[in-house]
């Protein structure tokens, strides 16, 4: 039975199939099999793909007959499938170094306590330029599941995307089917729910890439203001769940009340009538009060600010 078991959920990326595919075929650690889903591509991702079917770490290949109309049921579908003990959720329009595996596979062999490990990421745009990184202040560390939680998964989501991260497949399985109920933070839910079973560990080396380019459906969302919709969700579920305080809860709430504010302008009247639901529905009423007193006290100060740096330039 192969130790790691490689998902590569493929929707319409085939201009960075084959380096996805290659990156992960040229690991370092060599343990593993990959299982490439297709979810109805209308590119030429299927005779990319195809190209691999004889290659002996590839244990499945599946072309969705219908399209699965999104990213986590598909993850559901080859974790499903997977035959090892650790699961990586390669996507298809990102690459990596060649040396991630070992590095991950590694650190969670060592602990057994550890139940996701992951490296830092660069953000790379369709000119393979670096646009920004994540960073971690130790070169390797194991956390607390629970004070991981708290301190790296409110009020963002420290692991940005799957690619950087390899899994306990026994902790997903004692996770619920929540995150599927999601359209984009459901990766955020699910890794919410396997760190409340053991450690985390933290790599300082930045191993992956992950790729935003004009076909990136997420980047879009992230434009339309939705996304707030269903962070709120998590930040309520983290609350109600008592993985947060109730001081944290307000604290990351007021967080997400300026960013709100200060984009909404760009948001369609529906996306944020959706948001302001969300914000000041929270079964008490002091919320919106506090939201809208010491938000907008915040606002004044950050548009002070930027005044300032203006003139003093």
């Known amino acids: 039975m192969p130790q790691v078991s490689v998902i590569i959920p493929n929707y319409n990326h085939a201009p960075y ?14 343990d593993f099999e990959v299982i490439i889903l297709d979810d109805c591509s209308t590119d030429s991702s299927k005779a990319i793909i195809q190209k691999y079917g004889d290659h002996p ?11 699965s109309g999104g ?32 590095t991950l596979v590694q650190a969670l062999e060592d602990n057994p306590r550890c139940v996701m490990a992951y490296a830092q990421t660069y953000t790379i745009n369709g000119d393979n330029v670096i646009e920004q990184q994540s960073t971690h202040d130790k070169l390797a560390e194991y956390v607390d599941g629970k004070k991981y939680i708290s301190q790296y998964l409110a009020p963002n989501c420290s692991i940005w995307n799957s690619s950087m991260l390899v ?23 699910l890794y919410i729910e396997m760190a409340r079973h053991g450690d985390v560990f933290i790599s300082g080396k930045n191993l ?17 203001g939705y996304n707030y919709i ?18 944290e809860y307000k604290a990351h709430l007021l967080y ?15 996306i944020n009538k959706e948001i302001r639901e969300s914000l000041y529905n929270n079964g008490n009423e002091s919320y919106k009060w506090f939201l809208l007193t010491t938000g907008n006290f915040n606002l004044i100060k950050i548009k002070i600010r930027r005044r300032l740096s203006l003139i003093f330039k």
């Open 17 to 30: 199939l084959q380096q996805r595919i290659d990156s992960v075929l040229n690991q370092t650690y060599e």
């Open 230 to 247: 269903e962070e709120l969700k998590i930040l309520k579920i983290l609350k109600n769940e008592g993985l947060i305080s109730q001081q």
């Open 57 to 67: 770490k590839v244990n499945q290949i599946v072309f969705n007959e219908i399209n």
């Open 167 to 189: 899994f306990k497949k026994e902790s997903y399985l004692n996770t619920s089917e929540k995150f599927l109920t999601f359209r984009m933070c459901g990766d955020w839910l």
């Open 208 to 224: 992956n890439y992950f790729r935003s380019h004009e076909k990136d459906v997420s980047s879009k969302i992230y434009g339309s």
């Open 71 to 102: 990213p986590f049921q598909q993850w559901k579908k080859g974790i499903e499938q997977a035959k090892g003990k650790y699961i990586w959720i390669a996507e298809s329009d990102d690459w990596c170094e060649l040396t991630l595996l070992e």
């Open 256 to 270: 997400k009340y300026i960013w709100v504010t200060t984009f909404r302008h760009s948001f369609e009247q529906s």
